[in-house]
């Protein structure tokens, strides 16, 4: 026999559970647009800004602690939903 939750009351209820089932399932990374000095830009999908500018320099070979091209270098903004 298996245990089974008591039925929402309400609307509320219901939705709020169903919240909860989906929270952990559905997250995806925004996008970023990570801009260097040079011009160079890119869209990268990323958890924030700060492993937006890492993933940019990991794909560019560059060093992220590099003070001319690495990440202080960069700055990313956040692309709104298209």
């Known amino acids: 026999m298996q245990a089974s939750l008591p039925e929402p009351q ?3 209820e219901l939705f709020s559970r169903i919240k909860g089932l989906i ?4 997250t995806v990374n925004p996008v970023y647009e990570v801009r260097s000095p ?3 830009v890119r ?3 990323a958890k924030n800004s700060t ?3 890492r993933e940019y320099c ?3 070979g ?5 003070y001319w091209c690495g990440m202080t270098a960069l700055t990313a903004r956040r692309v709104k939903d298209e």
Request: glycine share 12%.
């Open 23 to 26: 929270k952990g399932v559905n």
């Open 62 to 66: 560059i060093r992220p602690s590099d």
């Open 51 to 53: 492993a937006a500018k």
């Open 38 to 40: 040079g011009g160079n």
């Open 43 to 45: 869209r990268i999908k």
């Open 58 to 60: 990991r794909r560019l």
């Open 10 to 12: 309400t609307l509320s």
